[in-house]
């Protein structure tokens, strides 16, 4: 496997080589790839230190959570990659709610007030700006070696450029801005609020995530539909528990602590395949 640093082309990466890093040390750039997330699990695999990001300027295979698609335009979306041996190891599931407080954060230093739907969509009103997705890379023994921490961000995308099923759920930042907005200016304050957000996470634990987690939330204390690839149930968003689970009260007034799914509401989330894409 080869990839584009800075945009030079570079030989293989020394699969010995397990250094541990800072998120941005190396920073891969490829012009366009199926998708970023299985690109860097094959980087991984061959031994990308810890905290290598990879950037694709164009996308074409995507990928969402739950096996939905992920779309992107060129230019005009950030698709970016992150690898992280040591984190991963303290909790996995609580990782993508780092991502989400840190993708939180990063947006508003450039002035843009999002909110964060449970799990971990970032919302611009009420459309989704930004969608993450961790996946695992396991040892023949089933030991997690790392993960690679993806997040898609819509950033210039016009309305009218979404597919039909996306226009009225997805939206981008410049919607907020009024002017224009590049992505390169937007993902050097993602990359440092992760760098950040991992480091608090690592010296301090889950809840100093947890609380500002809670405080940028569009979800608890709404009814929600919850989905899974299980089971749907319905209740008010009462709490994050300690861990990230959601806590759901249904009608009856029990409390279900919910560690994974999608908030769907009638409507098929984000990045779903849509009649004729
Ligand atoms: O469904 C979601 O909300 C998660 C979307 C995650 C998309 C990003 S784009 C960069 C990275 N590479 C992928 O293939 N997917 C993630």
Do not use: Y
């Not at 800072?22 to 199926?34: A, C, K, M, S």
């Not at 990879?54 to 060129?74: H, P, T, Y």
């Not at 993602?190 to 996470?201: F, G």
């Not at 806590?247 to 098929?268: F, T």
């Amino acid at each position: 496997m080869h990839a584009l640093v800075h945009d030079r082309l570079v030989a293989p990466l020394d699969a010995g080589d397990h250094t541990d890093g800072r998120i941005g040390d190396t920073v891969l750039r490829i012009p366009v790839v199926e998708s970023t997330n299985a690109m860097l699990i094959e980087l991984g695999r061959g031994g990308a230190t810890d905290g290598t990001v990879l950037i694709a300027a164009d996308q074409v295979g995507g990928r969402g959570k739950g096996e939905r698609s992920w779309f992107s335009r060129r230019g005009e979306s950030l698709c970016v990659s992150v690898l992280l041996r040591r984190s991963p190891r303290r909790d996995f599931g609580q990782l993508t709610l780092v991502a989400a407080v840190a993708i939180h954060d990063a947006v508003a230093r450039l002035g843009i007030e999002t909110s964060i739907k449970w799990p971990n969509d970032i919302l611009l009103g009420d459309r989704k700006v930004c969608g993450i997705l961790a996946e695992a890379a396991a040892s023949p023994e089933g030991e997690i070696e790392f993960v690679v921490l993806g997040f898609g961000l819509n950033v210039s995308i016009a309305a009218d450029d979404f597919p039909p099923a996306l226009r009225d759920i997805a939206g981008s930042l410049q919607q907020a801005t009024h002017r224009p907005l590049g992505c390169d200016s937007v993902l050097d304050p993602c990359l440092s609020a992760l760098s950040d957000w991992i480091a608090v996470w690592e010296e301090h634990g889950f809840a100093p995530v947890a609380e500002a987690w809670r405080r940028h939330s569009s979800t608890l204390g709404r009814r929600v539909v919850v989905a899974d690839e299980r089971e749907q149930r319905s209740g008010t968003a009462v709490r994050l528990a300690a861990d990230g689970a959601l806590v759901l009260r249904d009608d009856a007034g029990r409390e279900h602590h919910i560690h994974s799914g999608d908030i769907c509401n009638g409507r098929a989330p984000v990045g779903r395949p849509g009649p004729g894409e």
